[in-house]
């Protein structure tokens, strides 16, 4: 509707040009031949064309914007799992779905071409879910639900950088497979490991004393890491504590030499 609007008004300004132009100056009008009339024509019909459909100087209710609110913002799975999250953790952490990485973090470099480089490689990306301390909105814990599109090679590069930056920045990252239904006292219990006491440490192993040269405990399944090193991505060369246990667990911390 407001294209054709902007197409007779710009048509009725065109022929009142031109009622103006035969009468101020007539005999330029009149040698006009037809071939150069329907060239002027064809001329007159691409602008007002080109006017139409241009939002170029449309301001507030002029101009129509092309957005629709979403109606799947969370998916099926994303749905059911926000559910028994919420019912499991009550008020005990904020829930914020698909908050975008480059909203969690930020990097910090001198180098203006290597800050680009990295906040260009999180500006895309988001996490499923991050629990914040309900009094603060402090960051606690980020956690992604993984299905089959998971097991790709190109998603499973995704994961693994998205793991380390969660490393570098020291907040716990945990994965949880989509399942048809989910254990609200297992799902508490996993939780609680995480969000209990965010104090930013390596858990140590109940029973026993840190050790500045053992090797940290998973933070995802408690379980003893090993030193390796990243073979591909942004960080290929690195080491990092990861899970002994991989694929099945993704737990990974960063490796302070």
């Known amino acids: 509707m407001q294209i054709l609007k902007r197409l007779l008004i710009n048509l009725a300004i065109l022929v009142g040009l031109g009622i103006f132009l035969s009468i101020i100056f007539p005999d330029i009008m ?20 080109i006017t139409a459909i241009s939002p170029r100087g449309l301001t507030g209710d002029q101009l ?3 957005y629709f609110l979403r ?10 799992f926000y559910l028994t999250l919420k019912h499991t953790l009550a008020d005990r952490a904020l829930i914020c779905p698909k908050v975008s990485l480059a909203d969690l973090f930020y990097v910090k470099s001198s180098n203006q071409s290597e800050f680009w480089t990295y906040t260009n490689k999180i500006n895309r990306k988001h996490v499923d879910f991050l629990l914040c301390d309900p009094k603060t909105a402090k960051p606690l814990l980020g956690i992604e639900l993984d ?5 790709k090679r190109g998603q499973e590069a995704r994961d693994e950088f998205v793991e380390m930056v969660y490393g570098a920045a020291n907040l716990p990252l945990v994965r949880i497979p989509v399942q048809r239904s989910y254990s609200a ?4 219990s996993f939780i609680s490991q995480h969000i209990g006491s965010n104090t930013g440490e390596t858990p140590v192993r109940p029973g026993t004393t840190e050790n500045e040269d053992a090797p940290p405990l998973c933070p995802k399944c408690g379980n003893e890491m ?10 290929q060369g690195e080491q990092f504590w990861g899970c002994p246990d991989y694929p099945r667990c993704r737990g990974i911390l960063k490796y302070e030499a």
Do not use: C, M, W
Request: glycine share 4%.
């Open 185 to 188: 006292s297992e799902l508490e």
């Open 30 to 49: 009149n040698q006009v031949n037809e071939q150069n009339r329907a060239i002027f024509g064809l001329i007159v019909i691409v602008f007002l064309f």
């Open 147 to 151: 299905d089959q599109s998971h097991q």
């Open 226 to 235: 090993v030193l390796r090193t990243a073979k591909r991505g942004a960080n």
């Open 64 to 66: 129509e914007y092309p």
């Open 71 to 80: 109606d799947d913002f969370l998916s099926p799975a994303e749905q059911s």
